[in-house]
């Protein structure tokens, strides 16, 4: 479709199936019930695609992201093959400087320009100077992947949105010290929104910066009579919770942002990560109407 009317593709972040991608038959069964359920996209996690010292998936589970066991498969057959497109692949900060030529060809096997830094493992968010740093440090990698015709993309967790001492949030200083021609924007809306954040003000603010947004739904599946008044929320299928989905979808359309990308970890209707992205595939299937 022409460049004035594309809409955002309707994609799903990999951690979500990584229980249930962990051998080939197992991949390919759910990438194509991704593809049946109406899902274009899929955003990879290069830890997620290749072989990763033991020490980064236990962490990884332990902050509660299901990565699975998936790592030696051949991911740029498998999604070729479901034809879905990769939206964008996650790295951390560290390879992306160290190993930079190597995240550059990965992005070139999968077809992807995106590349996205993940939160620092850590890091503290309320130190002015260490901001500042990390701000100079994503300057530098953006630039060097503009160059090789990539795009680097910062995308938030809750962390980013802590009071510094100057005041502000370390997610604003973070953009305000990043050269925006080097660094754009994979806003995660639960997460802000879990911070206390407005994801239609960042939106507003941030504009077209904002390249890939990250989406789920907010509420709780608790049923009956509790022992407190108090229930914790929790991420729920698109459309059960109190996020403010059909704006925000709206938005990303007016924006012309690249891709709306489901990401939920876990609280599964049914038990079940690939039933969930079902159901609220059919929200975006609504939302975002081929």
């Known amino acids: 479709m022409p460049s004035s009317t594309r809409r955002p593709l309707r994609a799903i972040q990999q951690i979500q199936i990584g229980r249930i991608s962990s051998t080939e038959d197992q991949a390919r069964e759910t990438?194509?019930?991704?593809?049946?359920?109406?899902?274009?996209?899929i955003e990879l996690n290069g830890f997620m695609t290749r072989p990763t010292p033991l020490i980064v998936r236990a962490l990884t589970r332990v902050a509660g992201m299901p990565v699975g066991g998936g790592g030696r498969l051949d991911w740029p057959r498998l999604v070729a093959d479901a034809g879905l497109s990769v939206v964008a692949l996650h790295e951390d900060l560290g390879t992306i400087e160290s190993a930079r030529a190597e995240v550059v060809a990965r992005c070139a096997e999968f077809g992807t320009r995106n590349v996205v830094v993940t939160g620092m493992h850590r890091f503290d968010y309320g130190d002015e100077e260490a901001v500042a740093r990390l701000a100079q440090r994503l300057t530098v990698a953006g630039h060097a992947f503009a160059n090789d015709g990539l795009r680097l993309l910062y995308h938030n967790h809750t962390a980013e949105f802590r009071r510094l001492p100057s005041g502000g949030t370390a997610f604003a200083a973070l953009l305000e010290q990043t050269d925006a021609e080097a660094i754009g924007l994979e806003l995660d809306c639960y997460w802000a929104a879990t911070a206390g954040a407005d994801p239609l003000r960042l939106l507003d603010t941030f504009g077209e910066r904002v390249r890939l947004l990250h989406l789920t739904d907010r509420g709780s599946r608790v049923t009956g009579p509790t022992m407190t008044p108090i229930v914790k929320a929790d991420s729920v299928e698109l459309g059960t919770g109190n996020l403010a989905v059909d704006p925000i979808i709206e938005r990303a359309i007016a924006l012309q942002m690249e891709a709306v990308i489901l990401e939920t970890h876990k609280n599964w209707?049914?038990?079940?990560?690939l039933r969930s992205a079902e159901v609220s595939a059919d929200v975006l299937r609504r939302l975002l109407p081929s």
């Open 31 to 41: 990438l194509a019930r991704l593809v049946a359920a109406g899902f274009e996209g």
């Open 269 to 273: 209707i049914d038990g079940s990560p």
